[in-house]
């Protein structure tokens, strides 16, 4: 079967989840993080590569305080306590996002992860913490025009592996595969530059609820997917005409 080399998930609906059960969002968000915890692991056990989670946007700053507040608890909590399975089963740790706006205290445990992680060589977890593709854009195009001032570049050097390398996440290939729960089909700023070619699966389970069989659902339609990049299929020569 042809699998992704790079997934990359939005997990969407914790929020949803938990209010249909008369519970508060935090308990969806809890829940959703023994989820992640779950898929992680499968996915890792299947050898994807890489994986990339959404896990806190650019925009989601602007919720309530007391989620906002929650969320990096969670976080926090995670890594604290997953960092030592995370080198035990060889995934190396990192993120894309503007860590600036994260407190001291996360983007210190953000960093322990990663450097207690960076000799590992299976599966590449990257969580999307802060991150916002246009943000990610903008401050490309910044350090690129900040270049041209300097006179270390000039205009016409300017093209799509210039620009790539610019972005933060460019040791990153491109997803092959974007997965999106929850039932909402858009991209909300998730790997803009990145999702050119990206194929896309929507789910409708709520993140909570998000199995290893959803999963396998989701690798099984990809797998079955023909990326042919703007050209066409490969067909046998009689019928080119
Ligand atoms: C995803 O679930 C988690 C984050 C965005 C951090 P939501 O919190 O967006 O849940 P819904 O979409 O409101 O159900
Ligand atoms: C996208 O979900 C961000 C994450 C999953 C972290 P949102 O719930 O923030 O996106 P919108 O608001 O539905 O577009
Ligand atoms: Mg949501």
Redesign the pocket.
């Known amino acids: 079967m042809k699998r992704p080399s790079h997934l990359a998930i939005?997990?969407?609906g914790n929020?949803r989840w938990a209010k249909r059960k008369n519970k508060s969002r935090h308990f969806g968000h809890i829940r959703g993080t023994q989820v992640a915890k779950s898929i992680i692991q499968e996915c890792a056990k299947l050898k994807i590569p890489y994986l990339t989670l959404?896990?806190?946007?650019s925009?989601?700053w602007l919720r309530p305080a007391a989620e906002v507040s929650i969320l990096m608890k969670i976080l926090n909590k995670y890594l604290k306590k997953e960092t030592t399975n995370l080198v035990k089963e060889n995934i190396r740790f990192n993120t894309i996002g503007d860590s600036s706006q994260l407190s001291e205290e996360i983007r210190s445990i953000v960093n322990d992860a990663k450097n207690r992680t960076a000799h590992c060589t299976g599966m590449t977890l990257t969580f999307?913490l802060s991150y916002g593709g246009r943000q990610e854009l903008t401050h490309a195009i910044q350090a690129i025009a900040e270049k041209i001032k300097s006179g270390d570049l000039k205009s016409d050097m300017i093209n799509e592996d210039l620009v790539r390398g610019y972005l933060p996440s460019n040791h990153l290939p491109d997803p092959d595969l974007i997965l999106r729960t929850?039932g909402?089909k858009?991209l909300?700023?998730?790997l803009l530059w990145q999702s050119a070619y990206s194929e896309l699966y929507f789910s409708e389970k709520l993140w909570p609820d998000f199995t290893e069989a959803d999963l396998q659902e989701a690798l099984i339609h990809y797998s079955s997917r023909e990326r042919r990049y703007g050209r066409i299929s490969d067909l046998p020569s009689t019928q080119l005409t």
């Open positions: 939005i997990m969407d929020g959404y896990a806190f946007s925009e989601n999307a929850s909402e858009r909300s700023n998730f």
